[in-house]
């Protein structure tokens, strides 16, 4: 009998449970049906202690969705780190990362939310710092920290909620559609989302757990750890409708939108250039959540899973085929030597652009369609079509680096597109990028949503991205001369580059100064006076003490006739007074 590795096993059980969420949400949808059901752990005496899940046609398809692509991260998993040693040690870590997904989709209550978030932060930090350097602890040690605030804003909720009688959110819903009810607790939970979905000013952590396995990078940033803040609001979205926490929100998301987008066309690496269109995508769901089409926030989480998935999946094809190198320079010509893994790459690349009738463009096109619709402002409504086009640029310059022109990798020449595992996880994922999107838009929307425009509104967002996709292709092709030239304005480049010079306020400047002052107390304290006076004085005198009765004791005939002699005095005064 072959043995059956842990992957095999675990990808086979994913996939059938991803199955048969799936089933049960199209029925959920279907009927207009929900499960809300109790399970009482612990009962004494008048005290009980109840977990709740709510199983409604929304957690189960988002259920269905991670667990699908999760089962293919792991089939992906079997070749990419098949040289790793500990390779079962991965898989069970995402395999926990995944429960605590599971945890935190189809909880209804705050304290079993906690869990899973917390569990989702604690796991994330064991497989950023998996491949164990320096750069990863700092990377581990920033994520960890940055999702803290979150969890404590998420703790502060739950002490909150006692003013309320139930941790259940869900029987609240109604009362937080009144203005002014629950405002506390919607700001709380709004700070714990933007942390968790790295909006600004929480941003820099989301580029710096790049520092993970590829693969976690895929499960990371499509459906799990990034996406928990923006499914937390969309089930609290009633908090945002009707308050000036919503418009809070839609100015953030939309700087951090446009802020990615900036980076991202700044950015060499290829892992860091998909980050930063994750989080282009999160400020895009967040933005439109806040104006409160929370539907349609849900849609373009659901695709944007799917080729984002596939992205990363590609990305780590090309750098494992590159010897681990993630630099975009250094590639070229990858379409005539990695032709399956190309294909693949440009499909999700395309879906990410909103190319119509691929997966992106059904979610991407409506919510810009609503945008126009829609009473906004001026500002914002620039945000939403210029940040559209910063990702089309992105993309396309992307694909010219790496695709096209000729390999820059030296004469030793390692690509090769034979690793089959990794392309049949693609290959699932790339049917899903090009027919996800239309058959979730037929799901969710029972009737078809026809956005009656003018014309030029209609035609605007086809428009910026052609003239993103021109833009792209230009940067690429940038010339020699140019970058000269480009060194004059090196610190504008830079401070756009390095995302407003987020990393250095919440990171290089809080690290510098916290260490600092650990060095002047460790030093004052711990190794100064306190050390002088307390352990280390207690220390000398024993070590002084010890040495004189040593002396006593080494046998010297005077000092031991002497204190014989003393000894007997001592006696002789005790007899008499006895």
Same mark, same amino acid.
């Given at each position: 009998m072959k043995y059956l590795s842990i992957c095999s096993i675990s990808f086979v059980m994913l996939l059938c449970f991803s199955f048969s969420f799936f089933m049960f949400g199209i029925t959920f949808v279907m009927m207009d049906y929900s499960l809300f059901i109790e399970w009482e752990v612990v009962s004494l005496n008048s005290m009980s202690i109840v977990m709740t899940l709510l199983l409604d046609w929304m957690s189960l398809i988002f259920m269905s969705f991670v667990l699908m692509i999760a089962s293919l991260v792991i089939f992906y998993s079997k070749e990419y780190m098949e040289s790793d040693y500990k390779i079962n040690r991965f898989i069970m870590l995402v395999l926990m990362f995944v429960f605590s997904m599971m945890l935190l989709i189809i909880s209804p209550n705050l304290i079993s939310i906690l869990l899973g978030w917390d569990g989702l932060g604690l796991v994330s930090y064991c497989l950023v710092i998996y491949f164990q350097n320096v750069k990863s602890y700092n990377a581990g040690m920033l994520t960890a920290l940055s999702n803290r605030i979150g969890d404590v804003a998420l703790l502060l909720a739950i002490a909150w909620m006692l003013n309320y009688g139930s941790w259940n959110y869900i029987f609240y819903l109604e009362v937080m559609k009144n203005e002014g009810e629950m405002l506390v607790i919607g700001f709380l939970v709004m700070l714990a989302a933007m942390t968790k979905?790295?909006?600004?000013? $929480?941003?820099?952590?989301?580029?710096?757990?790049?520092?993970?396995?590829?693969?976690?990078?895929? *499960?990371?940033?499509?459906?799990?750890?990034?996406?928990?803040g923006v499914y937390l609001l969309i089930r609290f979205n009633m908090? %945002?409708?009707?308050?000036?926490?919503?418009?809070?929100?839609?100015?953030?998301?939309?700087?951090?939108?446009?802020?990615?987008? *900036?980076?991202?066309?700044?950015?060499?690496?290829?892992?860091?250039?998909i980050a930063l269109s994750t989080l282009s995508q999160l400020g895009l769901m967040m933005s439109i959540l806040s104006m409160g089409f929370y539907?349609? @926030?849900?849609?373009?989480?659901?695709?944007? @899973?799917? $080729?984002?998935?596939?992205?990363?999946?590609?990305?780590?094809?090309?750098?494992?085929?590159?010897?681990?190198?993630?630099?975009?320079?250094?590639?070229?010509? %990858?379409? *005539?030597m990695m032709p399956l893994t190309s294909s693949?790459?440009?499909?999700?690349?395309? @879906?990410?652009c909103g190319m119509p009738f691929l997966a992106g463009f059904y979610s991407k096109d409506l919510i810009l369609e609503m945008v126009s619709l829609s009473y906004i402002n001026m500002f914002s409504f620039i945000m939403y079509f210029f940040s559209t086009g910063l990702t089309v640029c992105y993309s396309f310059r992307l694909v010219f680096y790496t695709m096209t022109g000729d390999s820059n990798f030296g004469s030793l020449n390692l690509?090769?597109?034979?690793?089959?595992?990794?392309?049949?996880?693609?290959?699932?994922?790339?049917?899903l990028s090009i027919f996800g999107g239309s058959m979730l838009s037929w799901l969710m929307f029972s009737t078809p949503i026809v956005v009656v425009l003018p014309m030029h509104l209609k035609m605007l967002t086809l428009f910026v991205c052609l003239i993103g996709g021109i833009m792209g292709y230009f940067i690429s092709n940038i010339s020699l001369f140019f970058y000269n030239s480009a060194l004059n304005m090196y610190n504008f480049s830079y401070f756009l580059g390095s995302m407003w010079f987020m990393p250095y306020i919440s990171t290089y400047g809080l690290i510098n100064h916290s260490l600092l002052i650990g060095k002047m107390v460790i030093k004052s304290f711990d190794q100064g006076w306190s050390e002088y006076f307390g352990g280390q004085k207690l220390y000398y005198n024993l070590i002084k003490n010890s040495k004189q009765n040593q002396m006593m004791q080494n046998n010297n005939l005077k000092i031991y006739l002497l204190s014989f002699v003393i000894w007997v005095i001592i006696l002789y005064f005790y007899m008499i007074y006895l």
């Open positions: 979905s790295a909006q600004i000013p $929480f941003s820099s952590w989301l580029p710096a757990a790049m520092a993970a396995p590829t693969p976690v990078s895929a *499960l990371v940033h499509s459906s799990t750890l990034v996406t928990a908090i %945002l409708a009707n308050s000036w926490m919503g418009n809070f929100l839609l100015l953030l998301s939309g700087l951090t939108m446009f802020m990615s987008g *900036l980076g991202a066309n700044y950015e060499f690496d290829l892992k860091k250039i539907k349609l @926030a849900f849609f373009h989480l659901l695709t944007h @899973a799917l $080729f984002k998935a596939l992205l990363f999946m590609c990305a780590g094809a090309i750098i494992h085929n590159m010897n681990n190198s993630q630099d975009i320079r250094l590639m070229g010509s %990858l379409s *005539l693949c790459f440009n499909v999700a690349n395309l @879906a990410l690509l090769n597109d034979e690793s089959w595992i990794m392309l049949k996880s693609m290959m699932g994922l790339l049917i």
